[in-house]
């Protein structure tokens, strides 16, 4: 016989005048987890008292929280509302991974409402038992399908930093940390970049020791080991998001070493025939302004001289020879050669910061032939890039505010912010013997303070990406807000080589139940 209203009034009625003695009334509870099998009213009322006396029953405690589960599950989104509000408080002892784990899943739901009171009651369980409830979480992230495995990370990548230090202690995040490390060992693109944000924002890892430990989980997922496969764009992609990942990780303690060395002897070499991810990334420009944010925290190298000579190499084939000229004084050829002013600051930045730990290289280490083309080139560049600086500030003189916002002057003053830092860089190298003693940052770095632009002082208000005469680059953001490139959604494994991680195996789960 269905459970009524008046059964499940009469039995709460019971147990609320029962007070001391409610282990005596098993039967009045089992009367209100019977309600879950009744009519909508029923179901409300079942799934407001089941949780109020749920930890008088301990005996009963599986069929409970299963009761309570089919709640969470009801075709009716206002009775599933009425459950997921009141899981929290089935979060007792040894209970708390469980209800964790049935939160975690209900993250798949695509009601607005109830995706976010989900988020609530994770919430709240978080602050009675963080480790616990990150026990549920990452077993699905582990394990469970697709769609919640997704949602899980998100929730981690977006919930974890608004928690105190109480919730958040060194215990926890030494947890957190070390299941992270299991999940990395096979994701896609888009999970490791969240997953790198967890981590990146644990206190338990704001030290030096912590740094390099992260920088060493990004190592492992470059595969710096293997050689490079320029052809193939996942290959690619790869390399460049770990890259990306660990750039704000370096310093002067922790070094870029061995993603400068594999630059040096597997990007370089097979620049030109790197496949993009996608087809409106300048694929070259980026790995050279990789390359040059990197170079700077690079540490002792094994092969210093001859990454040394892979930079220069490349120098060289962006600072092209003048024309010929024929007997009439005039050009052979039928236009100037292009000046690459974006590549060639990546560059040059490079081969100075590298070329201070040997500073006789062009003098010891570049055989005379080679040099005195070097300094053609480098004095035809150098006689360009001049000509091009006085264009520009002419073209910007006196602009000040809303005029330098246009997108034609935005692209000007980035330029001329390039070209002024190779003329510093030039000047370095025509001393004699080269000097590498000057400073100057990157184009596409931030600026601490926007200055209006001058004829000699060029304003960097509105800073962005390299820009040069081969192709206009639109300015992006800051480097402590760079956007990150995630490719469409692929297959998992794919980010670790193709792996796969075997979904069928362990059964299809659908919506309607949950474990």
């Known amino acids: 016989m269905a459970v009524t209203i008046e059964d499940l009034y009469r039995s709460y009625g019971v147990l609320a005048d029962a007070k001391d003695n409610l282990s005596q009334h098993k039967d009045a509870y089992q009367v209100i987890l019977d309600g879950v099998k ?4 029923e179901k409300r009322l079942a799934a407001q008292f089941i949780p109020k006396f749920f930890s008088s029953f301990p005996e009963l405690a599986d069929a409970a929280i299963n009761a309570q589960l089919d709640l969470c599950e009801d075709d009716d989104v206002s009775i599933r509302r009425h459950a997921i509000k009141e899981l929290p408080r089935f979060a007792t002892g040894e209970n708390i991974v469980r209800v964790a784990d049935i939160l975690t899943q209900l993250l798949q739901t695509d009601d607005t409402a109830e995706f976010n009171q989900v988020n609530a009651a994770l919430i709240s369980i978080f602050k009675m038992d963080a480790k616990g409830t990150l026990g549920g979480l990452f077993s699905q992230i582990l394990q469970g399908e697709d769609i919640v495995r997704e949602r899980a990370i998100k929730f981690l990548s977006t919930k974890l930093k608004t928690l105190t230090e109480d919730v958040m202690t060194k215990e926890v995040e030494e947890y957190v940390f070390a299941e992270t490390k299991k999940v990395l060992e096979d994701v896609t693109g888009e999970e490791f970049v969240l997953l790198m944000r967890v981590v990146s924002g644990l206190r338990v890892l704001q030290t030096v020791n912590g740094r390099q430990q992260l920088v060493e989980l990004v190592v492992e997922q470059a595969f710096l080991e293997q050689a490079l496969n320029p052809a193939d764009p996942d290959t690619v992609d790869r390399l460049l998001q770990c890259t990306r990942q660990a ?12 993603f400068v060395t594999y ?12 496949a993009s991810p996608v087809a409106e990334l300048d694929i070259q420009l980026e790995v050279l302004k990789l390359l040059a944010e990197m170079s700077p925290f690079c ?18 084939e962006f600072m092209p020879l003048p024309p010929e000229e024929v007997e009439n004084g005039e050009n052979s050829a039928s236009e100037e050669p292009k000046l690459q002013f974006s590549y060639v600051e990546c560059l040059l930045f490079g081969f100075h910061q590298l070329g201070k730990k040997l500073p006789d290289f062009l003098l010891d280490k570049v055989d005379a032939e080679r040099l005195k083309d070097f300094k053609i080139r480098l004095q035809y560049f150098a006689r360009g890039l001049q000509v091009y600086i006085r264009q520009l500030r002419v073209a910007l003189q006196g ?19 390039i070209t002024n830092n190779i003329n510093v860089l030039i000047k370095d190298l025509f001393h004699n013997p080269p000097s590498f003693k000057s400073t100057v940052t990157l184009s596409w770095k931030p600026v601490q303070k926007a200055e209006a632009v001058a004829p000699k002082r060029p304003s960097t208000e509105e800073m962005g990406a390299g820009a040069g005469t081969k192709k206009q680059i639109s300015p992006q953001p800051r480097r402590d807000a760079r956007q990150i490139y995630n490719p469409p959604s692929e297959q998992r494994g794919g980010f670790r080589g193709g792996r796969g991680r075997g979904f069928g195996a362990r059964g299809n789960r659908s919506r309607g139940r949950i474990y």
């Open 247 to 258: 750039l704000p990780l370096f310093s002067k303690n922790v070094h870029s070493t061995r």
């Open 38 to 41: 009744g009519g909508p009213k």
């Open 299 to 316: 540490g002792d190298m094994d092969k210093l001289e001859a990454n040394l000579n892979m930079l220069f190499t490349k120098l060289l």
């Open 263 to 274: 630059f040096c002897e597997h990007v370089l070499p097979n620049l030109s025939t790197l």
């Open 399 to 417: 602009k000040t505010g809303d005029a330098l916002k246009t997108d034609e002057n935005k692209i000007k003053v980035v330029a001329l912010k």
